[in-house]
């Protein structure tokens, strides 16, 4: 009798259990909607309102004056200045149009550009009366020339890993996010290494009689302009590898076999394919290299400032409110954009994609076909890819093995020596290790879940979707240095609550957390495109069979989109890896710190130990770059 | 099976992740609130005495923080000395003093005397640190006159200093004598400094021309100087390592003790010769001093004597490669290190009173005109 009852017990627990988890299973999708909103609000949304109330509270009160000041100073926003400090008088401000337009004059005439070089060139001649851009175009006009550069070098880059099988094809497709991993200083020491007076290249020239040529000094711009190339080039070529392996072949067959030719098909059939994914990485280079730091003062000097070092300095001086207000008109320039970018990837909806990719083709079969001009204009591009990326990230590696008087292993003997007889307040060379790959790994299992709801969520609520989609791309479009501050005071600090709590978000987990939110976009970026090209009828289908709304996710969407997930995978775990400004500050004084903390740390009067322990990142990255890879290949098809 | 463990883990971590966030603070207003700094018959020796300062200091070569470690402990077999290395530095002390966060250090170790204007200027005036009660530092006497800090709030005391001047190649260019000499045609295109908006030998070179031309006229001898094309690059590293050491151009600002590191690591001399125009040096003193709410105030108090006797003056000063904060009399520096590291004929240095109200316009003014244009 008791026993029956407690059998009737039991089965009824289990029963609710076994409704619970369908519930479960039912509202998982939603429930990690929430785990997500939740995420983003403790780490994206808190600290930066912390800073962001700066900018429009004076002492409590609500004010806009902070913007007025900024928006009125020629130093800022050059001619603009005018026009925001009287917006009425349009009929001045027509007149002072006309009269600059006036002053314009277009000549022919025959010039030299090429530096070194005696070959004339016809050259348009544009004679305008200088216009002050102020701060913020400056920053907008570099960024432009480093979208273009990075779109220019990152697309044959992307066009050679999709078209072409060659020996190491995966693994330099696995290395080509590499350079995203490297800190800025990094960058600057390896780009000085490279392109210095005495750096490898010109030693290289010397070699054949050239040299030594100044090409940091002759132009700076130029220069930081390649060096963003070199961070961004690699991004816009991964994002667009992803979507040309997922180009559905047939349709370009079908375009052949109603008389198209190569070029036709290509034009009308891969490029449209191709062109949400080359503007996405535009998008993230132009805003990335619009909030540029270090690499513009390193290698570029002040008179090439960016928005970011005035951002950087307010930040110093503790003056919040200003640093808070030109921050603000940064991040709303780059969601601006982002909300434009996102309202032309909607309407780029095409068919479903099926998996039939492309076939490759043997990059060098034979010597006749590799002397054919295409192949020569590969080997072309190959040796400016080599003297771009793979020549800085050699010449650090050279660095590190090198110091005044020629090879050495003291540098990397320093990091040993570190290691066994360092003091627990010293940073170890392991311990950075460790956890630079313990955060990457946890970073990928909670930004994919993240991204992928995010996708998921906005693709398919319309118009407010877009929005929706702006608004969780915060992260990118907010500067570094800001979210650092934010970081600090609403989290590390805390946030003082009644009767003497706090609540506080500090050590791996908050760093694991900030990773991912600076890591999910990426994900979403990577799998939206493909998402919102699913015919819906598939998903209904799976549907009207019985599947849950999370099963038909799980089971029909994710395989289908699976390229674009292992593509933001990559990312996720390098921007964990790379990222340095928030996670030296959740880091604090503690052992938490990761590769790239570890090479700051190192920086002192002599930077010898400080390359070493830069090269160990690279060479620990890109192991693991191959691994990640590899493992992913298999998900993807 | 694997769905389940996930939604739970997702759940079940974000309620102890909250729950863990939730912290309390301590006593109020720490234990030492007062300002009482008198000597105390029986001083507490005993005890966790924590030290933040910067990273160079501990994670070096051969940086001095281990060895000052060791040798406190030893002197005090009942202290321990933690070091801390703030990511923000000092800024992240004015800012938990703000927020009325805790402070977990007792002592700052390597103050500059715009730190103090900063934290005047943030928190009101002598703020963050308290006012020393040099009567408990037996070897404050021994600080050379120079190296007075000037806080009119007596909260620091200057343990080491470092001389900025030119570091040139002699095979290039030959040493300026004046600052004027940098606008010849010789010196084109030859000169890299720092950003003063937030490097220290960038912000104590353009001090160095303030002072040499006036408030009114620095700006005019920079607008010269970007005439014959100087460059301003990030910071110390960037310019130094990343460019100079590239020999990108001929001449950096640096500090004067460079030739120590040219000899320790080999490096040809011909490029690493000092440069004192107009036979000065800028210098940079690195000051310490104990925050109001330290909880080891007796610990503290012996630290900072601790710093300043002869053996660690000694250590410090070669470790740390700056020049020692006491009179020669009290400190034995080996041979070499006289040799290669170099005294300007004449320090400048602004004391707080001349930086106070006036830094931030003044970097600001010099940045703006090389920005955005």
Same mark, same amino acid.
């Given at each position: 009798?008791?026993?029956?009852?407690?059998?009737?017990?039991?089965?009824?627990?289990?029963?609710?259990?076994?409704?619970?988890?369908?519930?479960?299973?039912?509202?998982?999708?939603?429930?990690?909607?929430?785990?997500?909103?939740?995420?983003?609000?403790?780490?994206?949304?808190?600290?930066?309102?912390?800073?962001?109330?700066?900018?429009?509270?004076?002492?409590?009160?609500?004010?806009?004056?902070?913007?007025?000041?900024?928006?009125?100073?020629?130093?800022?926003?050059?001619?603009?200045?005018?026009?925001?400090?009287?917006?009425?008088?349009?009929?001045?401000?027509?007149?002072?149009?006309?009269?600059?337009?006036?002053?314009?004059?277009?000549?022919?005439?025959?010039?030299?550009?090429?530096?070194?070089?005696?070959?004339?060139?016809?050259?348009?001649?544009?004679?305008?009366?200088?216009?002050?851009?102020?701060?913020?175009?400056?920053?907008?006009?570099?960024?432009?020339?480093?979208?273009?550069?990075?779109?220019?070098?990152?697309?044959?880059?992307?066009?050679?890993?999709?078209?072409?099988?060659?020996?190491?094809?995966?693994?330099?497709?696995?290395?080509?996010?590499?350079?995203?991993?490297?800190?800025?200083?990094?960058?600057?020491?390896?780009?000085?290494?490279?392109?210095?007076?005495?750096?490898?290249?010109?030693?290289?020239?010397?070699?054949?009689?050239?040299?030594?040529?100044?090409?940091?000094?002759?132009?700076?711009?130029?220069?930081?302009?390649?060096?963003?190339?070199?961070?961004?080039?690699?991004?816009?070529?991964?994002?667009?590898?992803?979507? &040309?392996?997922?180009?559905?072949?047939?349709?370009?067959?079908?375009?052949?076999?109603?008389?198209?030719?190569?070029?036709?098909?290509?034009?009308?059939?891969?490029?449209?394919?191709?062109?949400?994914?080359?503007?996405?990485?535009?998008?993230?280079?132009?805003?990335?290299?619009?909030?540029?730091?270090?690499?513009?003062?390193?290698?570029?000097?002040?008179?090439?400032?960016?928005?970011?070092? &005035?951002?950087?300095?307010?930040?110093?001086?503790?003056?919040?409110?200003?640093?808070?207000?030109?921050?603000?008109?940064?991040?709303?320039?780059?969601?601006?954009?982002?909300?434009?970018?996102?309202?032309?990837?909607?309407?780029?909806?095409?068919?479903?994609?099926?998996?039939?990719?492309?076939?490759?083709?043997?990059?060098?079969?034979?010597?006749?076909?590799?002397?054919?001009?295409?192949?020569?204009?590969?080997?072309?591009?190959?040796?400016?890819?080599?003297?771009?990326?793979?020549?800085?990230?050699?010449?650090?590696?050279?660095?590190?093995?090198?110091?005044?008087?020629?090879?050495?292993?003291?540098?990397?003997?320093?990091?040993?020596?570190?290691?066994?007889?360092?003091?627990?307040?010293?940073?170890?060379?392991?311990?950075?290790?460790?956890?630079?790959?313990?955060?990457?790994?946890?970073?990928?299992?909670?930004?994919?879940?993240?991204?992928?709801?995010?996708?998921?969520?906005?693709?398919?609520?319309?118009?407010?979707?877009?929005?929706?989609?702006?608004?969780?791309?915060?992260?990118?479009?907010?500067?570094?240095?800001?979210?650092?501050?934010?970081?600090?005071?609403?989290?590390?600090?805390?946030?003082?609550?009644?009767?003497?709590?706090?609540?506080?978000?500090?050590?791996?987990?908050?760093?694991?957390?900030?990773?991912?939110?600076?890591?999910?976009?990426?994900?979403?970026?990577?799998?939206?495109?493909?998402?919102?090209?699913?015919?819906?009828?598939?998903?209904?289908?799976?549907?009207?069979?019985?599947?849950?709304?999370?099963?038909?996710?799980?089971?029909?969407?994710?395989?289908?989109?699976?390229?674009?997930?292992?593509?933001?995978?990559?990312?996720?775990?390098?921007?964990?890896?790379?990222?340095?400004?928030?996670?030296?500050?959740?880091?604090?004084?503690?052992?938490?710190?990761?590769?790239?903390?570890?090479?700051?740390?190192?920086?002192?009067?002599?930077?010898?130990?400080?390359?070493?322990?830069?090269?160990?990142?690279?060479?620990?990255?890109?192991?693991?770059?191959?691994?990640?890879?590899?493992?992913?290949?298999?998900?993807?098809? | 099976?694997?769905?389940?463990?996930?939604?739970?883990?997702?759940?079940?971590?974000?309620?102890?992740?909250?729950?863990?966030?939730?912290?309390?603070?301590?006593?109020?207003?720490?234990?030492?609130?007062?300002?009482?700094?008198?000597?105390?018959?029986?001083?507490?020796?005993?005890?966790?005495? /924590?030290?933040?300062?910067?990273?160079?200091?501990?994670?070096?070569?051969?940086?001095?923080?281990?060895?000052?470690?060791?040798?406190?402990? @030893?002197?005090?077999?009942?202290? /321990?000395?933690?070091?801390?290395?703030?990511?923000?530095?000092?800024?992240?002390?004015?800012?938990?003093?703000?927020?009325?966060?805790?402070?977990?250090?007792?002592?700052?170790?390597?103050?500059?005397?715009?730190?103090?204007?900063?934290?005047?200027?943030?928190?009101?005036?002598?703020?963050?640190?308290?006012?020393?009660?040099?009567?408990?530092?037996?070897?404050?006497?021994?600080?050379?006159?120079?190296?007075?800090?000037?806080?009119?709030?007596?909260?620091?005391?200057?343990?080491?200093?470092?001389?900025?001047?030119?570091?040139?190649?002699?095979?290039?260019?030959?040493?300026?004598?004046?600052?004027?000499?940098?606008?010849?045609?010789?010196?084109?295109?030859?000169?890299?400094?720092?950003?003063?908006?937030?490097?220290?030998?960038?912000?104590?070179?353009?001090?160095? /021309?303030?002072?040499?031309?006036?408030?009114?006229?620095?700006?005019?001898?920079?607008?010269?100087?970007?005439?014959?094309?100087?460059?301003?690059?990030?910071?110390?590293?960037?310019?130094?390592?990343?460019?100079?050491?590239?020999?990108?151009?001929?001449?950096?600002?640096?500090?004067?003790?460079?030739?120590?590191?040219?000899?320790?690591?080999?490096?040809?001399?011909?490029?690493?010769?000092?440069?004192?125009? =107009?036979?000065?040096?800028?210098?940079?003193?690195?000051?310490?001093?104990?925050?109001?709410?330290?909880?080891?105030?007796?610990? @503290?108090?012996?630290?900072?004597?601790? @710093?300043?006797?002869?053996?660690?003056?000694?250590?410090?000063?070669?470790? =740390?490669?700056?020049?020692?904060?006491?009179?020669?009399?009290?400190?034995?520096?080996?041979?070499?290190?006289?040799?290669?590291?170099?005294?300007?004929?004449?320090?400048?240095?602004?004391?707080?009173?001349?930086?106070?109200? =006036?830094?931030?316009?003044?970097?600001?003014?010099?940045?703006?005109?090389?920005?955005?244009?």
């Amino acid at each position: 009798m008791a026993r029956s009852r407690a059998f009737e017990r039991w089965s009824r627990v289990r029963a609710g259990a076994t409704a619970a988890r369908d519930r479960l299973e039912h509202h998982a999708l939603w429930l990690t909607a929430l785990a997500t909103a939740a995420v983003l609000a403790v780490m994206l949304y808190l600290p930066v309102g912390v800073v962001f109330a700066h900018a429009i509270l004076d002492e409590g009160r609500l004010t806009l004056s902070q913007f007025a000041d900024v928006l009125t100073d020629p130093f800022y926003v050059g001619v603009l200045a005018d026009l925001f400090a009287e917006p009425l008088a349009v009929r001045e401000h027509v007149v002072d149009v006309v009269g600059w337009l006036a002053a314009v004059s277009v000549s022919i005439s025959v010039e030299t550009p090429i530096p070194g070089l005696d070959v004339p060139v016809p050259w348009l001649r544009v004679v305008a009366p200088d216009v002050r851009t102020g701060l913020f175009g400056f920053t907008a006009y570099q960024a432009a020339l480093s979208t273009v550069a990075s779109v220019l070098l990152g697309l044959p880059a992307a066009y050679v890993l999709a078209n072409y099988e060659f020996r190491g094809r995966k693994t330099l497709r696995s290395l080509t996010i590499l350079p995203f991993v490297l800190p800025g200083i990094m960058v600057a020491v390896g780009f000085y290494a490279m392109f210095g007076r005495a750096g490898t290249l010109n030693e290289l020239l010397g070699i054949v009689g050239f040299g030594p040529y100044s090409f940091i000094e002759a132009n700076p711009l130029a220069i930081v302009i390649v060096a963003h190339a070199f961070y961004n080039a690699p991004l816009v070529a991964r994002i667009t590898v992803a979507a &040309w392996e997922s180009v559905d072949v047939r349709t370009v067959e079908t375009a052949r076999s109603l008389g198209a030719s190569p070029r036709r098909a290509f034009r009308d059939v891969v490029v449209p394919q191709l062109l949400p994914a080359v503007l996405t990485g535009a998008l993230l280079t132009f805003i990335f290299t619009f909030m540029t730091f270090p690499i513009v003062l390193a290698l570029g000097g002040l008179q090439l400032a960016t928005v970011e070092v &005035w951002i950087y300095d307010r930040v110093r001086q503790l003056a919040y409110g200003e640093a808070a207000t030109l921050a603000a008109l940064e991040t709303l320039l780059s969601l601006g954009l982002t909300y434009a970018y996102l309202r032309y990837e909607s309407a780029q909806t095409g068919l479903a994609r099926a998996t039939s990719a492309p076939s490759r083709q043997p990059l060098f079969p034979d010597l006749q076909t590799a002397l054919s001009p295409r192949r020569l204009a590969i080997i072309g591009y190959g040796l400016v890819a080599l003297v771009v990326f793979a020549g800085p990230m050699g010449s650090l590696v050279v660095g590190s093995l090198t110091d005044g008087s020629g090879l050495t292993l003291r540098h990397f003997a320093f990091l040993l020596e570190r290691q066994f007889e360092g003091e627990s307040y010293q940073t170890l060379p392991v311990v950075a290790i460790r956890n630079s790959l313990l955060f990457g790994v946890a970073t990928l299992v909670v930004a994919l879940p993240m991204g992928v709801v995010v996708s998921t969520v906005t693709v398919r609520a319309g118009r407010g979707g877009k929005i929706v989609d702006t608004l969780a791309m915060v992260p990118l479009a907010v500067s570094g240095v800001v979210f650092g501050i934010g970081l600090l005071q609403g989290l590390v600090f805390g946030i003082p609550l009644p009767g003497g709590w706090r609540f506080q978000v500090t050590g791996a987990v908050a760093i694991v957390a900030a990773h991912a939110v600076a890591a999910y976009p990426f994900v979403t970026r990577n799998v939206s495109p493909l998402l919102s090209n699913l015919d819906p009828a598939l998903v209904e289908s799976a549907r009207a069979l019985g599947a849950s709304r999370y099963r038909a996710l799980v089971d029909v969407e994710l395989p289908l989109v699976a390229s674009g997930i292992v593509a933001g995978a990559a990312f996720a775990f390098a921007i964990s890896i790379g990222e340095f400004s928030s996670t030296v500050i959740l880091t604090g004084g503690g052992d938490t710190y990761t590769m790239p903390v570890a090479v700051e740390r190192y920086l002192g009067r002599r930077s010898g130990p400080a390359i070493a322990m830069g090269a160990v990142l690279l060479f620990v990255t890109a192991a693991s770059f191959v691994v990640v890879d590899r493992v992913g290949g298999r998900f993807e098809r | 099976m694997k769905r389940r463990m996930f939604v739970g883990a997702v759940g079940g971590s974000a309620i102890a992740g909250v729950a863990g966030c939730l912290t309390r603070d301590g006593g109020e207003n720490g234990t030492n609130g007062g300002t009482d700094d008198a000597e105390p018959e029986n001083p507490d020796l005993e005890g966790e005495l /924590t030290v933040a300062t910067y990273t160079s200091m501990v994670d070096s070569d051969n940086s001095a923080g281990p060895w000052l470690k060791e040798a406190f402990e @030893a002197e005090y077999p009942d202290a /321990t000395l933690t070091w801390t290395v703030p990511s923000q530095g000092l800024n992240r002390y004015i800012n938990r003093e703000q927020q009325d966060a805790d402070i977990e250090a007792d002592v700052y170790f390597g103050l500059n005397v715009d730190d103090l204007v900063r934290i005047d200027d943030t928190l009101g005036d002598g703020g963050l640190l308290r006012e020393l009660n040099v009567d408990r530092i037996d070897n404050s006497e021994r600080i050379r006159d120079r190296l007075d800090m000037g806080d009119p709030h007596g909260r620091v005391l200057a343990y080491d200093t470092g001389y900025i001047s030119l570091v040139y190649d002699e095979t290039v260019v030959d040493e300026p004598e004046t600052f004027d000499d940098l606008l010849e045609a010789d010196y084109q295109d030859a000169l890299l400094a720092q950003n003063a908006q937030h490097s220290d030998p960038g912000k104590a070179f353009l001090l160095w /021309t303030i002072d040499t031309y006036g408030e009114d006229g620095y700006l005019d001898y920079w607008r010269d100087l970007e005439a014959n094309g100087v460059r301003i690059l990030d910071d110390w590293t960037e310019s130094y390592t990343g460019s100079y050491m590239e020999e990108e151009r001929p001449m950096v600002v640096s500090y004067s003790t460079d030739q120590v590191y040219a000899n320790e690591y080999d490096y040809d001399m011909s490029r690493h010769q000092i440069g004192f125009p =107009n036979d000065q040096g800028y210098a940079n003193p690195e000051g310490m001093g104990i925050f109001e709410r330290a909880s080891e105030l007796d610990l @503290a108090y012996a630290f900072l004597d601790f @710093a300043l006797s002869s053996d660690a003056q000694a250590e410090i000063a070669q470790r =740390n490669v700056q020049f020692p904060a006491v009179a020669s009399e009290h400190v034995d520096l080996d041979p070499e290190f006289d040799q290669y590291a170099h005294e300007p004929p004449e320090s400048v240095t602004f004391g707080y009173d001349a930086l106070r109200g =006036n830094l931030d316009g003044w970097v600001e003014d010099w940045a703006r005109e090389f920005a955005g244009r």
